[in-house]
Structures are given as C-alpha cells and as structure tokens.
C-alpha cells in the first residue's frame, strides 16, 4: 500500500522560507515521478513542481526561481524548499507520486498547510 506523507508546513512572515518533505513508502519509488500541488481556499488544485524519475525537474511560472524540488539517495523522500515567499503562495501543499514520466498522478498525500503572511 503506497503512502505519503508531508510534513514541514507552518506560517512564516513573507520573504521567508520554508521546506517541506514528502517520505513515501510501500514501493520502491526509483522508477516514479514525484510532485508537489497545491490548493488555496476557494480555488481549484494546481501544479507546482515535479521531478521525473531520474533528475529532471520542472516548475510553475509562479515559483520558478524561488522554489526547488528534489529527491533523498534513496529515491523515496521528496523535498520542496521554498524560498522568498509571498501570501499567495499560502495554501495546503500535497505531494504525488506517479509510474514513469506521464499520465495521471495516482497516489497523493494528506497535505500540509503553508501560511505566508504579510
């Protein structure tokens, strides 16, 4: 049974940084991709950041620069750090998990909530 589960997520004052992980367990993740979404209150879930079953890693327009996904040796611990944020970047951020580079993500996290004030 494949689980995830974040953690790392509080409040902090704007231009601060926070990093949350994602361990992941009941496979062995090296051949999945990995991602990190994020829903605000009273909008739809979005994309944030994912990284593919080797190295490469892709982002949002939104947190191009600030933000920096990565993944631990053993390939199932996930990393976001995310720096200089803003109060629109607070929001419930989940992890997912997915089999090779394309296609539906199929596991997902409870969340973690992020809170950026200004």
């Known amino acids: 049974q494949v689980q995830l589960v974040e953690s790392g997520g509080g409040l902090v004052q704007a231009g601060g940084s926070l990093r949350l992980s994602c361990a992941a367990s009941?496979?062995?993740?090296?051949?999945?991709?990995m991602g990190w979404f994020r829903q605000a209150p009273g909008k739809e879930r979005e994309y944030v950041a994912h990284?593919?079953?080797?190295?490469?890693?892709y982002y949002a327009d939104s947190v191009k620069g600030r933000f920096t996904i990565s993944r631990g040796n053993a390939k199932n611990t996930l990393y976001l750090q995310m720096n200089n944020l803003k109060p629109e970047d607070t929001a419930v951020y989940y992890c997912?998990?997915?089999?090779?580079?394309?296609?539906?993500?199929?596991?997902w996290g409870q969340g973690t909530q992020v809170t950026v004030s200004s």
């Open positions: 997912a998990a997915r089999y090779g580079d394309y296609g539906p993500w199929d596991y």
């Open positions: 009941g496979r062995t993740f090296s051949s999945y991709s």
């Open positions: 990284i593919r079953s080797g190295t490469s890693t």
